[in-house]
């Protein structure tokens, strides 16, 4: 057995998943408009591995979700990783946020832009072909009519942007799944596992998150 811990918490969506091989075993999550996170995501991860009946010294490796996204989102679910493969003396292994998202969808051809919102007309992107190869790498961006017209291909585009930015982007090769909102630890799972057995993980200690961009503390509404 390879079981593996996967940890999403890039977005709205608080998400956890057990897998065995790339299999998905068992999995919690729930996606609200106020995060939860730091209330959801010790009871989610306590229960996939009760009711699998698994112990936490079962476990192979941890796998979280690295950014971009809220930085409040990864610091919250990096921080659950890092403590559990202390604790249990086991391997890190990060993912691609975008590249997780991307995996919701199947094309044959085309390209597949992931967008994940980074407030007002900004989002944090990146583009893929249709075997999930990154040919433009993350970024973050102010979405307008002239963004993505270098390419002719069909192009998919999948988020929590995807209904903002659907009012700007007019052209006719553009599809947008408004259906996929958020990456989920469902989708970490064949990704998870082939770094395992690459032996692809991270420095437990000096791992950060892919932020893109530095946080800024707001006045919540009710203090103003």
Do not use: W
């Not at 010294?57 to 990864?74: H, I, M, N, W």
């Not at 930015?165 to 553009?174: F, P």
């Amino acid at each position: 057995m390879a079981l593996i811990l996967n940890i999403e918490t890039a977005t709205k969506n608080c998400s956890v998943s057990l897998s065995d091989k790339g299999n998905i075993i068992n999995y919690r999550e729930i996606a609200e408009q106020g995060y939860s996170h730091a209330e959801k995501l010790h009871v989610f991860i306590e229960e996939v591995l009760l009711e699998a009946s698994v112990q936490f010294s079962d476990l192979k490796a941890v796998a979280v979700s690295q950014g971009p996204g809220s930085y409040t989102g990864l610091r919250i679910g990096v921080s659950a990783a890092k403590g559990l493969c202390y604790a249990l003396n086991i391997p890190m292994i990060a993912l691609d946020t975008l590249s997780v998202l991307a995996h919701q969808i199947q094309v044959k051809q085309g390209l597949i832009i992931p967008m994940i919102d980074a407030r007002r007309m900004e989002v944090y992107s990146a583009i893929f072909d249709s075997q999930y190869q990154k040919i433009m790498e993350t970024q973050a961006e102010i979405i307008t009519e002239e963004s993505f017209n270098a390419y002719d291909e069909t192009i998919y585009f999948l988020g929590d942007s995807t209904t903002k930015c659907k009012e700007v982007l007019k052209r006719s090769n553009y599809i947008f799944m408004e259906e996929i909102v958020y990456p989920s630890s469902k989708d970490m799972a064949k990704l998870s596992y082939e770094k395992y057995q690459e032996n692809d993980f991270v420095d437990v200690a000096y791992f950060e998150p892919l932020y893109l961009k530095d946080f800024v503390a707001t006045t919540p509404k009710s203090k103003l």
